[in-house]
């Protein structure tokens, strides 16, 4: 991919870069495909963090700059001090601090109903199968997301052509829910943090299990099932 751009040094647009993966040879990737993009029209100041926990700290540092573009594994140790599971938690909160970030999300799953979830709760600019993941692929992501377009890889834009008749949708109430039975956490305790009734909590389940096609009661069979389909 070539870029026609002739800019002087005098008018580089400066942008600002939050990587937060966990895998340190993945960030050194994103970042040489980004100091590749277009060196005669930007310049990119890069923060990188390679878990919730530090992740969650740079978001929320007052030094912090307005970030431009952030890139988001989801699956990394979570900050469970801050109710931070995930990169898609790291993606609300940090479209909540700064709302005009362009949020790219990277995911081993492979899951329609994950992936529908993602686009559903985070609408991000980008979302990227990791094993569609070439440095072309990262560049064209890029580029695409500069030019306030979204990108979808090819894995998920199969995905999303597929028939939807298995789709299964749920909301935050219920990755909530899911999230507490994990930690062993009862219905009744729940009703600490989730502002929904104890059998509101309970018909939830339920459907959960309905959904799920958990043929008995079992709430561990549930939590065995909702984790294989990347729900919480």
Same mark, same amino acid.
């Given at each position: 991919m070539t870029f026609d751009v002739t800019a002087s040094v005098s008018q580089l647009v400066k942008k600002n870069i939050l990587i937060v993966d966990d895998h340190p040879f993945i960030i050194e990737g994103y970042k040489n495909a980004i100091t590749r993009?277009?060196?005669? /029209?930007?310049?990119?100041?890069?923060? /990188?963090?390679?878990?919730?926990? *530090?992740?969650?700290? =740079? =978001?929320?540092?007052? @030094?912090?700059?307005?970030f431009d573009i952030a890139f988001l594994d989801i699956s990394m140790p979570p900050y469970e001090e801050k109710e931070i599971f995930s990169g898609e938690d790291l993606a609300k909160l940090l479209l909540r601090k700064?709302? *005009?970030? @362009?949020?790219?999300? %990277?995911?081993?799953?492979?899951? %329609?109903?994950?992936i529908k979830t993602i686009i559903r709760s985070i609408q991000p600019n980008g979302l990227i199968i990791k094993n569609d993941l070439t440095f072309d692929e990262l560049l064209l992501a890029f580029d695409k997301v500069m030019k306030n377009?979204?990108?979808?890889?090819?894995?998920?834009?199969?995905? %999303?052509?597929?028939s939807t008749h298995n789709a299964i949708e749920i909301d935050q109430y219920d990755k909530q829910i899911l999230i507490h039975l994990a930690k062993g956490i009862s219905s009744n305790d729940m009703? /600490?943090?989730?502002? =929904?009734? %104890? @059998?509101?909590?309970?018909?939830?389940?339920k459907h959960l299990k309905e959904?799920?096609?958990i043929k008995n009661n079992s709430d561990d069979d549930l939590l065995k099932e909702a984790k294989s389909k990347g729900l919480f």
């Open positions: 993009y277009n060196p005669q /029209q930007y310049e990119f100041s890069i923060f /990188q963090a390679h878990d919730c926990k *530090s992740g969650y700290e =740079i =978001i929320e540092d007052p @030094n912090s700059p307005q700064m709302p *005009s970030c @362009n949020i790219i999300l %990277l995911t081993m799953y492979t899951e %329609l109903l994950k377009e979204k990108y979808y890889s090819q894995s998920v834009v199969k995905m %999303l052509n597929q009703l /600490q943090n989730i502002p =929904i009734s %104890l @059998n509101a909590i309970e018909k939830r389940k959904l799920l096609k």
